[in-house]
């Protein structure tokens, strides 16, 4: 069965600082691993996505995120943190062709 | 610009009403889904569609049922609303054969059952 761990409801960083958001997976078979973001009382934004090649995933708004096979992780990462990039992120993996199986969800905040 | 349209931003019903939220695409895609998105669980699946009157069950099907009449729309159906089903749904979009292709979302209903 797949399944997609946040194992932090919230994020704190100040702007210019580097930022992480992590995310670890349980996948038989590839697995195809994505990146949203949401802003408050908006749908979900694509920000980037893992297929295959490149462990380093270079995504939208300056995001990139890095696949680690052995620890079955996908973490989304920033150089540098912006105020604007406050939101709420969610890392999710494709299943049966067509599913997505969304974690549950991390709170960033970027302070001034 | 892709497009996912949700008819309401926000509904507020009370319990036993028939409810009804309505999607529509404009992508041309097969794939449609609508989600259940609530503090601390993040996403689940309710329902999925991959083709017109083609439908499954997601994780959380109970007291929701779906209509896809036409690729492009996708409706929600909560048969006797609850105030355990006041929460943020999101319609999403994606191509067939969707493997390795992202879904688009909708921009939310929220949902207060009273």
């Known amino acids: 069965a797949q399944s997609v761990a946040q194992p932090e409801d919230q994020v704190n960083v100040a702007e210019g600082n580097p930022l992480t958001v992590k995310c670890t997976y349980s996948?038989?078979?590839?697995?195809?691993l994505f990146w949203y973001v949401q802003y408050p009382n908006r749908g979900l934004q694509f920000l980037l996505k893992y297929i295959t090649g490149d462990n380093l995933v270079k995504g939208s708004y300056g995001f990139e995120a890095e696949f680690n096979k052995s620890q079955t992780s996908f973490h989304l990462k920033k150089p540098s943190a912006l105020v604007s990039d406050s939101a709420l992120y969610f890392c999710?993996?494709?299943?049966?062709?067509?599913?997505?199986?969304f974690g549950s969800g991390t709170k960033l905040n970027v302070k001034p | 610009d892709v497009k996912v349209t949700q008819s309401s931003r926000y509904l507020v019903k009370r319990t036993g009403e028939k409810v009804f939220l309505e999607c529509v695409q404009d992508m041309d895609h097969e794939n449609m889904f609508w989600y259940r998105q609530d503090p601390g669980l993040g996403l689940r699946l309710i329902y999925f569609s991959y083709d017109v009157k083609m439908k499954e069950k997601g994780d959380i099907p109970e007291g929701y049922s779906v209509s896809r009449e036409k690729k492009e729309r996708f409706s929600l159906i909560l048969e006797s609303a609850s105030t355990n089903q006041t929460s943020m749904y999101l319609c999403a979009s994606s191509p067939r054969g969707g493997l390795k292709a992202e879904a688009f979302f909708g921009q939310g209903t929220r949902l207060t059952v009273v």
């Open positions: 999710a993996v494709q299943y049966n062709f067509n599913k997505f199986y």
């Open positions: 996948v038989s078979g590839n697995p195809y």
